[in-house]
């Protein structure tokens, strides 16, 4: 098979992934939208009528290839409209019992806040770690565009897993919508011994004075990028996070050599710093790395498994469904 061959097939194969990703989410959506009551605003509309013509015009804009990783991007702010109905349907309970039986009682967060969060001044493991979470917007666009000057082919593969994960963690964050634990502990569901909650909420504190030294309003840039865009209240469960990195990691191994090493070593300082921070649940980052390694390996083994096994049952049924050769003539 040609170069241009294979590249015509990948993209084939990733507008059907898109497309049939696509179709369920919109499935859930509406279903959620009749059952639910939600209120379905201007800006949902928008947003919906620019995902539908990213999709009916995905052959003729340019940059095809990327067109994907943007119709991911619509369909996560898509959510914003539902938040009100998922708030009142959010999981808090399960999923701190869930924590507590995997670590013994304890909780991820609570660990290693206690073992590393001081009791006053600066926190410079929080800061880090809030910059190591800001990067999970940059990294998916800094691996595709690597991948896409330098191997094309593995690019596609990592598209197509990019949307297979992620369309399966918005439609699992719509219908299992999971509270955070900085969500939990201040609606207290994590009460502590002295009767405070268990984990504190480092990011905004962390967020605010990243902000500041670069002499912006760090509360006011908060609440803006954390708390009108995003929909991180409803959408602990699985961790993209946690997924995106490990995602990343499974592509490098095709391609840097020893330099893989580094960005797993990246996979695993975000999974720490999700934790500490305390917007994620080892739970959640523990789902995050199944998803993105099952989204993987569907892309990579399971779609070209299942078209072997299809042509093998076509071939299988036109063979016995031919007619029979000519009778041989009697002697």
């Known amino acids: 098979m040609t170069r241009l061959a294979a590249r015509t097939d990948a993209r084939t194969r990733n507008d059907r992934i898109l497309l049939g990703s696509m179709a369920i989410y919109a499935l859930v959506l509406v279903g959620l939208a009749l059952c639910r009551g939600v209120e379905i605003t201007p800006a949902v509309v928008a947003l919906a009528a620019a995902l539908i013509a990213v999709l009916a015009l995905r052959r003729r804009l340019p940059f095809r290839d990327w067109l994907p990783l943007v119709a991911v991007a619509l369909a996560y702010e898509l959510i914003r409209g539902y938040r009100v109905a998922l708030a009142a349907m959010v999981h808090v309970a399960g999923i701190v019992a869930l ?51 330098r191997r094309r082919g593995v690019f596609y593969d990592y ?19 999971v509270a955070p634990p900085w969500w939990a502990a201040a609606h207290g569901f994590m009460p502590g011994p002295d009767g405070h909650p268990a984990i504190a909420y480092l990011q905004p504190a962390a967020f605010a004075g990243i902000a500041d030294s670069a002499g912006l309003n760090g509360a006011a840039v908060f609440s803006v990028a954390f708390g009108n865009i995003s929909p991180d209240q409803i959408a602990s469960f699985p961790s993209i996070h946690a997924a995106y990195p490990f995602l990343a990691f499974l592509v490098a191994r095709r391609v840097l050599g020893r330099a893989r090493w580094i960005v797993l070593a990246y996979a695993v300082a975000a999974w720490f710093s999700i934790v500490y921070l305390g917007d994620h649940y080892l739970v959640d980052v ?46």
């Open 99 to 149: 924590e507590r039986d995997l670590l013994g009682g304890n909780l991820a967060p609570a660990i290693l806040q206690s073992a590393f969060h001081p009791v006053h001044g600066v926190d410079p493991i929080a800061v880090g770690a809030t910059i190591i979470y800001v990067l999970h917007v940059p990294l998916p666009i800094a691996v595709a565009g690597f991948l896409w000057v």
């Open 159 to 177: 598209v197509g897993a990019m949307v297979v994960l992620s369309m399966a963690a918005f439609i699992t964050y719509l219908l299992l919508p």
């Open 286 to 331: 523990i789902a995050g790395i199944a998803y993105a390694a099952g989204s993987y390996w569907t892309v990579v083994r399971g779609l070209p498994l299942a078209e072997t096994a299809l042509g093998s049952l076509v071939a299988r049924r036109r063979s016995r469904g031919a007619p029979a050769g000519p009778e041989p003539a009697a002697p």
